[in-house]
């Protein structure tokens, strides 16, 4: 009786193992086709990246197999995954999460010839990794609920009670991190910190997850204003259309640590074993043909390499006047995520 | 002379000795308890792993025990009292409407009640939150919590109500109750157990929500410990957190049990007759406007709102998998899933039904646990052990999602083939024998067909979470693999609505035939007890 | 001398689960054809019996022999599917996803399918092959289960309380059906049941199983007329039990003398305990001429009329006498409060006191 019954559950077993067989199977089909496939681990936005993998693998036949997730998430997975990462490529937002990585010895030296393709000063210092696009942090606000004249200079002003109430903040947001060591560097942690806690209070009831969201609710008139990137307002008016468009953006004033450039930048795994492949992936991202795609794109971030134009209608990069931080001391971003944490924004 | 007369009437003699059950069997066959206790050994595993990993962490104390885990505690706290209170109003009027009621049109509310199971919180939640950017925060996150959830209470009680013996209730009349005191003295008194239950599997999908509380820009525990992850670069801090909620979850699965055994309110006979239905008189309107407004409001709104994106046109289309090849993709792996977790749970099943003991009770309740944990938890917990452990085996494999599928849905697969093999009992395995007929066969004509659509109702179960599930597919699947979920969440999040709309209605459509042949199959389970009681 | 091995032959059977012991050496013979009924107080193991019979469960010492062939025995087992036992279960248990038709034929081979239609002609249920079990009322499930169980032309037929879940109107008729069915299809039949009126209306021959053993197995009569002692007594049907003392093949007891019967020698001038019965105990009005000399003067305390006849306690006009109770046939013709004279007739039934009497209800009289 019992033995029977344990066989049919061993079969059953068995069954149930061969259908994860089945559904397992069809992905890994189609890519073994194929002759060379790299795995990229984008924590870019898909708007930016899809255009990219596809023009590339018309280009060189290599397959790019995509795992888009947060960048932080990303870093985390790497880490965890050590030598064992199946990644080839990383694709960040951000420098600190490239900067992590590269402290933690998991990338590449990249050839020089690809590090050169974009300013030495938007990559990596030690070499590990190269900058592909530019954004730069603005405020954005909706003029029905605050008017122009009423904004702030700098992002200091932010944290006090003038704007409580009228604030939208992404404060899990990877973007906000380098403004948050940009004010460090300057004014020390316990003002940071101070800063935060009032930014926190302004922002009650408007903590959003992500800057797409800070830009469609200031967009809707849910509240006044936020601090983004550039290039999610024109996101959002290429989703909507410009004519649904209400809200505007304006800088800080130049030099304000507030007004921040921040570099997204590829890197190569040092576990790779398709070191080859995953350069010239890399090398194609900071190419004039890649950098052109970037442009044309509905990403809407800054090319990064010379001779490659601003996207249209967004103010050339060289007429910035950003916090002259550099990358390296925005560091890996550990200082502000503790910085948050204390704020309770984490 | 003494006089001893004694007058005994026959059934006055009461025997000495009470025999033991001859229907609960003695021994467990050794076989089978190791199966079950494996199975319950990997379950815990999640949890183990979890322990280990706050154990290691730095500074826990410093990161669990600050103003803003109070802040998060408060803020799950109360939307889960607030969201679970709603839903037991909303399922328990609902379920007393269709089944106790002249409700108009009952038929097809007893089907759209159950419907929003397979409309993921999430869904419920863009569909709302597109509709108007004042659905946020805390009544925004109250709101679409208590629509999409409402049936865990709903389902239940129904039942209960179905089967409910209407006999107590006209004790109650004749005793001098009038209708209103006798529903809420009698009636719900008899569903409490099933709202209970249903008021626990809500709370726990709450505290376990990500998806809807992130759209809605509401923060708890669950998406603080995305927010850790995927910020801070924090698997030991995201571990330490996720062990609070484990806490609170654990409270709270004790707690119904606690007061679940605190009155056994089993019922020793089966009802005569079905229950009468009230008649609602010149409430009816108002009854059936409120009945419509839910179901507007928890099927309407979601699909309405893709709906309404799918038809703008936009000018960036992003690239994505195709809407086929998802669909397929989340088929496959719904249905492996399904299959494995009822597999699974059949030993478990079996032991906790045959042979029940306290060691048999305690693996069964042991795997309710599960539940405790966020879907984001166990997979994490997954991918960092067969890395660490595991020499990479399996990692960002479609194995191990499916893996984690199976342990994660594994309670609601226990509870499917629970039922089903309550449909068994031995009895008819023993009558058959006696009959001259053989174990395999037996098996085969009995024991199967009996189980089967239970078996069936517990792969759907599985089946129709999976298709709905984001938090552990977004961390475990393969890479370059998308589902519908995982597609519909990535143009969700680049506000590419018209683009996640058709995800969204898929998704609902392939979640939706199970959940409505689940739904009929439980209904006429309902019915034969009620024909076979009133001959009992 | 019959050349026939008995129909079911049980010895020294016994079982326990966990610590309780439930069947404590338990021996029986029931002949070939025979309609034998186990009569038990619930929980008395019974049911347990049964299983063993069957081959459900093991036992953990003695023997089942079925028509002579030993089933059960030390390193002897025979498999439930081999033992050709009908089992007819409390509850009926139809197989519930199957046609009331294909129940009965469940445990015929392919070619023998058709005997289906027979069997449910015999038991009065042909019209109904095609419903599904949850259609069926209580009786005709039993009905069914019956037909079941007959199909596979048992050796042995076990009926577990097959009638306690009917009504009580059902009951009676259902009961007599199937002891009709039975009867004709020959087969040797063990009921087992707790209700004594079943057994003793049923069975040829009944055996009550007390604390795990048989105390007593007999033709209904002798059971209700000799039990072998007073719990059996009480068990069987309602009792007074008098004290008495024994002199030369008589008793006297508060009643008088009567002759009596006793399992064995009772010593002259012994303490004895005296089973009367209800019915033997007679009474008229006080006033009624026919009352013989011997009679006792009494009171009419309480009265239980059920049509085909009535209960009646009375209690003797002697100092401290407890209570008695007489049956009477259709209407006593008296009413409480009454005075009546009260005798007893026939002879009754006696046996040594014991040291320790059983404390059960003095006075009870329920139904």
């Not at chain 1, 640590?257 to 492949?277: E, K, N, W």
């Not at chain 3, 063993?52 to 498999?79: H, T």
Request: net charge positive.
């Amino acid at each position: 009786m019992r033995r029977s019954i344990a066989s049919l559950w061993a079969l059953g077993l068995a069954g149930s193992i061969g259908l994860v067989g089945v559904a397992t199977a069809a992905p890994s089909a189609s890519a073994r086709a194929h002759a060379v496939t790299i795995t990229l681990y984008n924590g870019q936005h898909v708007q930016t990246t899809d255009a990219l993998v596809r023009a590339f693998t018309r280009r060189t036949g290599i397959t790019v197999a995509v795992r888009s997730e947060d960048e932080g998430a990303l870093v985390n997975e790497i880490e965890a995954e050590g030598s064992r990462s199946p990644a080839d490529v990383v694709f960040t937002e951000n420098s600190p999460a490239l900067e992590s990585l590269q402290g933690h010895g998991l990338l590449a030296r990249l050839p020089k010839a690809i590090r050169s393709a974009t300013p030495a000063r938007f990559g990596s210092p030690r070499g590990d990794w190269v900058g592909v696009t530019a954004r730069v942090s603005v405020i954005v606000y909706n003029p029905a609920l605050i008017r122009a004249t009423q904004l702030p200079r700098s992002v200091l002003a932010l944290g006090t009670a003038r704007y409580r109430r009228e604030l939208a903040l992404a404060p899990g947001e990877t973007d906000f991190q380098p403004i948050i060591t940009a004010v460090a560097a300057r004014d020390g942690t316990a003002r940071t910190r101070s800063w935060l806690e009032g930014m926190k209070a302004n922002a009650a009831g408007h903590l959003y997850p992500d800057n797409e969201t800070v830009t469609n609710d200031v967009n809707r008139g849910l509240v006044a204003l936020g601090v983004i990137n550039q290039y999610y307002w024109y996101r959002l008016r290429a989703q909507i259309g410009a004519r649904n468009m209400h809200a505007r953006i304006a800088e800080f004033a130049p030099r304000d640590p507030g007004y921040v450039l921040d570099v997204s930048g590829a890197g190569v795994l040092a576990a790779s074993p398709h070191r080859r492949a995953a350069e010239r992936f890399v090398a194609f991202l900071v190419s004039r043909a890649g950098q052109s795609i970037i442009d044309r794109s509905d990403s809407f971030e800054y090319p990064l390499a010379k001779g490659v134009p601003a996207p249209t209608g967004e103010a050339p990069l060289a007429s910035l006047r950003p916090d002259p931080i550099s990358i390296a001391e925005l560091g890996d971003g550990h200082r502000a995520v503790q910085l948050l944490e204390q704020a309770g924004l984490l | 002379m003494a006089l001893d007369t004694r007058v005994a009437s026959p059934r006055a003699a009461r025997p000495a000795r009470v025999a033991a059950r001859a229907t609960s069997a003695g021994k467990v066959p050794p076989l089978l308890f190791a199966l079950a206790l494996a199975v319950c050994v990997v379950l815990a595993g999640p949890l183990v792993f979890l322990l280990l990993e706050a154990a290691s962490a730095r500074d826990v104390g410093a990161l669990v025990f600050r103003a803003f885990t109070a802040e998060l505690l408060w803020n799950t706290a109360r939307l889960t009292v607030a969201a679970v209170a709603a839903c037991v109003v909303l399922g328990t009027g609902a379920a007393f409407l269709v089944e106790r009621t002249d409700l108009p049109f009952r038929r097809f509310f007893a089907v759209a009640f159950v419907v929003p199971l397979a409309i993921p919180d999430f869904v419920v939640s863009f569909g709302w939150s597109s509709l108007s950017g004042a659905i946020s925060g805390f009544w925004g996150a109250l709101l679409v919590m208590s629509l999409a959830v409402y049936p865990l209470v709903y389902l239940p009680v129904a039942a209960s109500l179905r089967n409910g013996d209407p006999a107590e209730e006209e004790v109650a009349r004749s005793l001098g109750y009038g209708p209103w005191r006798t529903f809420l003295r009698v009636t719900l008194a008899q569903a409490r157990i099933a709202v209970l239950g249903g008021a626990l599997l809500c709370a726990l999908v709450i505290l376990a929500e990500y998806g809807a509380f992130e759209m809605l820009g509401y923060q708890t525990f669950t998406t603080e410990i995305f927010t850790e992850l995927q910020v801070a670069f924090d698997l030991n801090g995201a571990a330490a957190l996720s062990l609070v909620l484990v806490a609170l979850s654990i409270v709270l699965v004790a707690g119904e049990l606690a007061s679940r055994g605190r009155r056994g309110a089993e019922r020793t006979r089966a009802p005569r007759h079905p229950p009468q239905r009230h008649r609602l008189g010149r409430l009816r309107p108002i009854a059936l406007v409120g009945a419509t407004g839910l179901v507007a409001g928890a099927i309407g709104v979601p699909v309405a709102t893709c709906g309404y994106w799918m038809a703008q046109a936009t000018t960036a289309p992003l690239a994505g998998v195709s809407l086929a090849s998802a669909t397929a993709q989340t088929a496959g792996y719904g249905v492996a899933a399904g299959a494995l977790a009822v597999v699974l749970a059949s030993p478990v099943a079996l032991l906790s039904v045959r042979y029940q003991g306290v060691l048999a009770l305690l693996l069964e309740r042991s795997t309710y646990l599960v539940l405790a944990v966020p879907g984001l938890v166990v997979a994490l917990a997954l991918s960092t052990a067969s890395l660490r452990y595991g020499g990479g085996f399996g990692y960002q494999s479609a194995p191990l999602l499916i893996f984690a599928y199976a342990l994660l849905f594994f309670p609601l697969a226990l509870v499917g083939v629970r039922t089903s093999l309550a449909q068994a009992p031995r009895r008819f395995e023993e009558v058959a024998r006696s009959l001259g007929v053989r174990q395999r066969s037996v098996f085969r004509r009995v024991t199967l067909p009996l189980v089967a659509p239970g078996l069936a109702a517990g792969f759907c179960l599985v089946f129709l979470s999976v298709v709905t599930e984001l938090t552990a597919t977004l961390v475990l699947r393969p890479t370059g693999v998308e589902t519908l979920s995982t597609q519909f969440w990535s143009y969700q999040q680049n506000l590419s609505y018209a683009q996640a709309a058709p995800f969204a209605l898929v998704m609902v459509g392939l979640a939706a035939l199970p959940s409505v042949a689940l739904g009929r199959y439980f209904d006429r389970l309902a019915r034969r007890q009620l024909a076979s009681g009133a001959v009992a | 001398m019959s050349a026939a091995p008995p129909g079911l032959a049980l010895s020294g059977l016994r079982k326990h689960f966990g610590s309780q012991l439930v069947l404590d050496g338990v021996d029986l013979t029931v002949a070939s054809g025979a309609f034998a009924a186990l009569l038990g107080a619930s929980g008395s193991g019974k049911t347990t019996l049964l299983r063993l019979i069957a081959g459900f469960e093991r036992p953990d010492a003695g023997s089942v022999a079925i028509g002579g062939r030993v089933v059960e025995a030390p390193g002897q087992r025979v498999a439930p599917e081999d033992r050709r036992v009908g089992f007819v279960p409390q509850e009926a248990a139809l197989f519930p996803h199957l046609s009331v038709e294909a129940n009965v034929a469940f445990g015929l081979p392919r070619r023998r399918r058709l005997e289906a239609a027979a069997l449910l002609e015999l038991v009065g249920m042909a019209p109904y092959g095609r419903r599904m079990p949850h259609q069926l009322s209580g009786g005709q499930q039993q009905r069914v289960a019956l037909a079941r169980a007959l199909a596979i032309r048992p050796a042995l037929v076990l009926l577990d309380e097959p009638f306690s879940s009917l009504d009580p109107n059902l009951r009676a008729a259902v009961r007599e059906e199937v002891g009709r069915i039975l009867r004709e299809a020959g087969s040797t039949v063990l009921l087992v049941t707790h209700d004594q009126d079943e057994a003793l209306s049923l069975a040829d021959v009944v055996a009550v199983l007390r604390r795990g053993v048989v105390a007593q197995c007999a033709t209904p009569r002798a059971l209700y007329g000799a039990p072998a002692d007073v719990e059996l007594a009480c068990f069987l049907g309602e009792a007074n039990v008098l004290e008495g003392r024994a002199r030369a093949g008589e008793v006297t007891t508060v009643l008088g003398a009567a002759p009596c019967g006793a399992p064995g020698v009772l010593g002259d001038g012994e303490l004895v305990e005296v089973l009367v019965r209800p019915e033997q105990l007679r009474l008229v009005a006080v006033s009624d001429p026919s009352a013989p000399q011997e009679s006792l003067a009494a009171v009419v305390e309480r009265l239980d009329y059920h049509g085909h006849d009535a209960l009646v306690r009375v209690r003797l006009e002697t100092e401290n006498a407890a209570p008695l109770v007489a049956r009477t046939l259709g209407d006593p013709g008296v009413v409480a409060g009454e005075r009546v004279r009260v005798w007893l007739d026939g002879a009754v039934r006696a046996w040594p006191r014991r040291a320790v009497t059983t404390s059960r209800a003095a006075v009870s009289v329920q139904d």
